[in-house]
């Protein structure tokens, strides 16, 4: 069996999308998600240049030996935009060999260690009181586990937290990059009162979650651990960039507070002194961004000897192919934590349809042989591609700061 055909797919059904298409001599295809967030053209150019010329003819089956052909075989290693191209392939020949094997994804990688796979969802307000609400919402819609975030008095415009109340959070909002202002005082002063807030109204069995999304430095971040103990979070994201993964060491010295961290991870090696040292306690290098099931595999089984669980990335910027992809693997690894889920909008559906689903706080998964997620060519190409930006923030004196 021979691959006859890849090509790439770049279709904006409410925000943008990069999908990879590979089709063998015999017929069978697969299809994977190379999205990456603002820089999506250039996953495009590195796979129309540089990858897909190279698979032409290859035996799609042989999915370890490409994956090492198009990691080491470009002797540059690494980075988002390299490993999101080689994501994009080997999600798509897994897909093809599970459909070969007329057996979905998550029997090829071993079968069930669960049921059903727990998400977490997202409730955001622009002040305490609107973000109780959504997470009233999210309680009555089923969910067991749910990040809060809300605005802070202080900051106009703030990761996480949707324009205006009640509609879609959507960071890249803008052609070129918005700039936000941010004041970690205000921030750390805010965030204790908001889970003060949630765990008096909706007491302690719902799981909590929050995002810093790396502003903090960690003697802040061990601060904020420590302050939000009482409250029990399931877990503190992103507390920090972890470019310098020993600053996880001086966080975890100060506090009990489970922490996360890995959606901008695209490397084993990112994460290598996190997990052995187990200053983590979930690692959320999703597949998309990872290299694939083949990459995100060898992280899972190192973080497993480690008591460190999974929590894979999963906002609407990761396409279905990547969510779907994911509840395999998450049906699968032993070691699963939870998985994040923001509602792709329907136009995102109807594009990729697909057979995962939502019932009661968890996602359930689909038995079509492969992974479950097709795209609608046709109907792709009536939402072409709109450049859009993440926003940058800026500290009050004008200083370029983590967004
Ligand atoms: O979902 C999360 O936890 C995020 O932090 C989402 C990121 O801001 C998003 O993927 C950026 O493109
Ligand atoms: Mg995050």
């Given at each position: ?14 925000r ?21 967030n ?5 996953v495009?150019?590195y ?12 035996d ?15 002797y ?18 897994w ?11 998550y ?48 900051i ?50 719902l ?13 802040e971040?061990a ?11 399931f ?33 084993l ?18 597949l ?46 032993p ?27 968890h ?25 859009a ?11 370029l700061w983590?967004?």
């Amino acid at each position: 069996m021979k691959i006859e055909q890849a090509y790439t797919i770049v279709s904006s059904p409410g925000r943008n999308f990069v999908t990879l298409k590979i089709v063998t001599d015999q017929g069978e295809y697969g299809i994977g998600d190379g999205t990456l967030n603002g820089r999506e053209m250039a996953v495009v150019a590195y796979l129309e240049e540089h990858v897909i010329p190279t698979l032409i003819g290859r035996d799609p089956q042989r999915i370890e030996d490409i994956w090492h052909y198009l990691y080491r075989g470009a002797y540059w290693r690494r980075g988002p935009v390299t490993m999101s191209a080689i994501a994009a392939v080997d999600m798509a020949l897994w897909d093809i060999k599970a459909k070969l094997a007329g057996m979905p994804l998550y029997q090829l990688l071993g079968g069930k260690s669960r049921d059903r796979v727990m998400v977490y969802g997202h409730a955001t307000g622009r002040d305490i009181e609107a973000c109780l609400e959504e997470v009233a919402r999210h309680v009555d819609e089923g969910y067991k586990a749910v990040r809060v975030q809300s605005g802070v008095p202080g900051i106009a415009s703030i990761y996480g937290v949707a324009k205006k109340d009640g509609e879609p959070y959507e960071p890249a909002d803008a052609e070129l990059p918005a700039e936000h202002v941010w004041s970690t005082s205000k921030y750390l002063n805010h965030v204790p009162k908001l889970f003060a807030a949630v765990r008096e109204r909706f007491g302690d069995d719902l799981h909590v979650l929050h995002d810093v999304h790396h502003r903090l430095t960690p003697i802040e971040a061990a601060r904020l651990g420590k302050e939000v103990e009482p409250y029990h979070l399931f877990w503190l994201e992103d507390c920090v960039p972890a470019e310098n993964q020993e600053a996880f060491g001086l966080i975890r010295q100060h506090t009990t507070t489970p922490l996360a961290v890995g959606e901008v991870f695209n490397s084993l090696y990112d994460a290598k002194a996190l997990i052995e040292n187990q200053w983590i306690d979930y690692i959320r290098a999703t597949l998309t961004h990872a290299g694939g099931i083949t990459h995100v595999r060898r992280i899972a089984d190192l973080a497993g000897l480690y008591h460190v669980r999974t929590g894979f990335h999963g906002p609407t910027d990761l396409s279905p192919i990547c969510l779907g992809a994911a509840i395999h693997f998450d049906t699968w690894v032993p070691n699963f934590g939870i998985q994040e889920y923001m509602p792709h909008t329907s136009a995102t559906d109807e594009v990729f349809p697909h057979d995962y689903r939502f019932e009661d706080g968890h996602f359930i998964v689909g038995e079509t042989p492969g992974h479950g997620v097709d795209i609608d060519e046709q109907l792709a190409k009536q939402y072409p591609y709109k450049r859009a930006s993440l926003p940058v923030n800026r500290l009050e004196d004008g200083t370029l700061w983590h967004w």
